[in-house]
């Protein structure tokens, strides 16, 4: 299997964009997932598929790829996104085994 | 709504065994793929076990692979984990996890957790 890289922290001030990578060497032609998790809360989904939002996610919240590196942006930053930050994706294959990221703090300043 | 409510987590030595329990519920749970998802204190999350909606293929990490065994019983619309051969970095709140109904799993809805605590 492989290592997905995030970096372990982000900080922003409110109303900037903030900018979370997850790299892997090769990342497989498979999709890319966002959870967004704050404390003592399970995850929460925020983008599958690279791009697309999940359900019920302010449109602030946004995922593009580029290459082997995929990003979360989150524009015009609120207090409330303050969290841990996860990516997701899948074995080769396409299928199991799921893999994470280390996880990026965000933290607004 | 759909719900997930995770269950028998506790403290057990070294050596152990525990099962762990997940009861879903407000959506067609035979139709899912399930997964568990662990994490441990401060530390990022580890996907742990996953199995068709069916339970027909089952899929592990190779951190519990022949200590751990993921089933489901869809009559009862509940997800199971057998975790036996405990260890202590084996501790971490173990979450359930719904898929979404793609090839590459990911999941849309989460279990609140349950603290598993391996030790002495």
């Known amino acids: 299997s492989y290592e997905l890289t995030q970096p372990p922290s982000v900080s922003v001030s409110p109303g900037q964009t903030a900018r979370i990578t997850c790299s892997a060497d090769a990342l497989p032609k498979q999709y890319a997932y966002w959870y967004q998790q704050k404390p003592g809360q399970a995850p929460v989904l925020v983008i599958y598929k690279d791009s697309e939002r999940a359900s019920g996610i302010p449109e602030r919240f946004s995922g593009s790829r580029s290459g082997t590196t995929v990003t979360l942006t989150i524009s015009g930053v609120q207090a409330e996104d303050e969290a841990d930050y996860y990516c997701q994706s899948a074995d080769s294959s396409g299928t199991y085994p799921v893999v994470f990221g280390g996880g990026t703090k965000l933290t607004v300043l | ?120």
């Open chain 2, 1 to 120: 709504e759909v719900q997930l409510l995770e269950s028998g987590g506790g403290l057990v030595q070294p050596g152990g065994s525990l099962r762990l329990t997940c009861a879903a519920s407000g959506f067609t749970f035979s139709a899912y793929a399930m997964s568990w998802v662990r994490q441990a204190p401060g530390k990022g999350l580890e996907w742990v076990s996953g199995i068709s909606g069916r339970g027909t293929s089952t899929y592990y990490a190779d951190s519990v692979k022949g200590r751990f065994t993921v089933s489901r019983d869809n009559s009862k619309n509940t997800l199971y984990l057998q975790m036996n051969s405990l260890r202590a970095d084996d501790t971490a709140v173990y979450y359930c996890a719904k898929a979404r109904l793609t090839v590459t799993p990911n999941f849309d809805c989460w279990g609140q957790g349950t603290l598993v605590t391996v030790s002495s």
